[in-house]
């Protein structure tokens, strides 16, 4: 059946009023925002932006005195003034914070964009008791693994002591590990195997990984001893023992996060997957009483956890009205009401990850770069450290949402392959997701780069580093000649890496 045909009057009406609603809507633009071209015709106000505009192009680069102090004749090349040489140490600075941070916000975005990927997290389902015993046990894989590693870093503070003591130490953990990986069992196994098998294999592995976590947390105290003696005996490149020194107290300072973050995961994959096996091996009420069980000791840890991040941020009066009483009220009325619901249900646990994954993206890239080194700033003060933290932190939201919509966006025909050859999802990914992805993530991690080093001059006006905060200075004090050669060092720049990274997309892409 056709559709009737629009009679040209009726056409022409609907044409008038979108005319006139657009009309109105621009009518309230140029109100809002204040046009006036009646300023344009100013005589002072042009004559002042001439005189910006002259200066403006006319920047204060070299020093022409400069070159009869140098060469007293005054013949030969001219001497670059101070702000011009302040402003190239400057440039340098914003493009390392530039590359600093996006190398940090890459690799922290990439495993993130995964979780907030539609197509692959909506796939995934489980009973709402798994759900809740994974919840349950989150809070406790935390807290072992941050414990086992605090143990484990003060046995290797001990043993430091002794420098010889330490050493063999160190030299006898990474032995001990090869060992173990060299002829211990596999861990994973294509074939069932007994039980006690299994067991050994899960007991080599965990001695493996704790001597690794010494023998890295020492190696780590040793570099840094290091790094603090090349700096002091390298000279020129003292830089390099500086590095040194950084990386090596940055992994000793989070060793026991990164252990406490594992140990949730792993609990929580555990009590998903134990309690999914639970649920369906039992039947009829039983396995309707488990589930309301593990959903009342869920809710109760997840309530307490919001309550305890609220106040934390607010510091109640009474905290226990924002933790332990609703964390017991809300449990108990949880498992209550799962009674209602089928022990074997489905839940979409994937989408509820990809909804807060999303939302905390979305949340993160509202916050402008600028806003985040005034809070970085005061954390760590001045300087281009804050700067680089506050540019990684923006890099993580802006990557992480483009590479999970690039993953939304990848054919299912290599995906569907895997998965007919009876793959994990683990695999599902390494192999049919992630050759699809390399291309477009180094030419969003490239074009990234960019935008970090226009927006490192812009944090720079609150004390981010880089050349943003010396431009500040000369806007303020009217000094438009120094301005200039600023503008055109970062505009240089900009063309640069805008060359650069075509390139390097062409020979990748």
Known sequence: MSAPNTSP????????LIFIGLFLLYAVAVQVTEVDVAKLRNDARTEQVTGVLRFLANPDITDPDGADVLFGDGV???ALTSITENTLRLILETIFMALMATTIGTLLAIPFSFLAARNLMLEITSPLAAIMLGLLLLPVGGAVGSWVMRQVGMLAQTAVQQQAVGLAALVIAVGLVWLALRLGPPLVSTQQRPWPETAVALSVALFAGLLALFALDVAAIYGSELGRWLAAHLGFFDFLGNFVNILADLIHLLLPALMGLSGALVAASLGSRY???????????AARVATAVLTAGGTAVLVYGIG????????????????????????AVCGVLSLAVAPKRPF??????YTISRTIFNALRSIESLIM???FVVWVGLGPFAGVMALTLHTIA???????????????????AINATGANRLQMVVYAVIPQIIPPYIAYTLYRWDINVRMSTIIGFVGGGGVGFLLSQSIRLLRYREASVMMLAIAIVVSLLDYISASVRKRVI
């Open 275 to 285: 309690g999914q096996e639970l649920v369906l091996k039992l039947e009829g009420t």
């Open 398 to 416: 802006a990557l992480g949402k483009l590479f999970s919509e690039q993953i939304e966006g990848i054919s299912d025909g290599p995906i569907e």
């Open 9 to 16: 009057a009726r056409h022409a009406l609907r044409t008038f």
């Open 308 to 331: 305890a991040a609220l106040h934390w941020l607010y510091q109640f009066d009474n905290p226990q009205n924002w933790t332990t009483i609703p964390a017991l009220v809300g449990g």
């Open 76 to 78: 030969g090349p001219l």
């Open 373 to 375: 080194a005034v809070v």
């Open 348 to 353: 979409a646990i994937g989408g509820v990850i």
